[in-house]
């Protein structure tokens, strides 16, 4: 395991195990291998580096939890213990947190750490993956073009598993220049890069779109199943049938599948929701567009949240639904 308390030590790797001398599948004889930060180790971050990690990377990696940090590191990698540090040795830096409070955090600092912008080489690139206000995404480009750092909006989709299989989905959108930099790191984490445009923010507007049609049809989902369960439907046979019926989709057969096995561990929280949806109707608010499914379902999980379930899987919103029982955990599990 290596790991970094300040710049000059951030980047240390002993001379017989360097990822600058393994074949990368992603680079040309004629491109240098980039330093690549990641920042965040949670569901899609830890899987992104994986990723990285897989394709000859050799991830300079940050997350406030330093134990999980320093985990990754030890299968290859370089654990950095402040965003200053993994900042002043990263080419590319790519954040992976929960919203845009805690992206301007990681960029510049929570007033009593520094974030790592004031440590970033100037033309060097930071890749924005949470779900934000695209006008904030815009905004974000033009402060950290003030300071000579290049930047790509790249929200991410797919889930977990496929985070760490570089299978999910990046909606992207930058400048050449960025895109340029950012050169084969982003096909190294995703299987399908989406190139939307030229500037900030139209990759924040097509996944506030897509958590439009997530949220709705988790919520969607979730009344299915409870009126199956009000009506004294086998939920397992219920679960068959519509997965293989016109009724299905992949939020349904995804996570139905957590309320069958009655495991609501959070791969995605109720509360996420609540924002993302939130996120859905302010963009909407602002041109007076109308989203009367999408504002159900925001109150559904808001419902859900101030019951109790904020912080337990998507799926739990079923537990708004009163008169059903829903399926026991299994024992075995």
Known sequence: MHWCSGPSACGSRPSNSSTADRKNPH????????VVGVV?????????AQSLRRAGYEPHVFDVRLDVAHAFARDGGVACDTLAALGGQ?????SVVVNAAQTESVLFGDGTTPGCA?????????????TVDPNWSVALEARLAAQGILYLDAP?????????????????AGT????EKAGAVLDAMAAKVYRLGDRAGAGSKVKVINQLLAGVHIAAAAE?????????????ALYEVITHSAGNSWMFENRMAHVLAGDYTPLSAVDIFVKDLGLVLDVARASKFPLPLSSTAHQMFMQASTAGFAREDDS????????????AADKKA
Do not use: H, W
């Open 27 to 34: 680079m040309t004889s004629n491109t240098s291998t980039p």
């Open 40 to 48: 965040g180790l949670g569901a899609m971050g830890g899987g992104m």
């Open 90 to 94: 990263c080419d590319i830096v790519v």
């Open 118 to 130: 004031a440590s970033m080489k100037p033309g060097s690139l930071f890749v924005m993956c949470s």
């Open 156 to 172: 991410i989709s797919g889930g977990a598993a496929k985070a760490a299989s570089g299978q999910m989905t990046m909606m992207t």
């Open 176 to 179: 050449p220049a960025a895109y």
């Open 224 to 236: 299915a199943m409870a009126l199956g369960l009000r009506e004294g439907v086998d939920p397992a």
């Open 316 to 327: 739990a919103v079923i537990k708004i639904f009163p008169g059903i029982e829903l399926p």
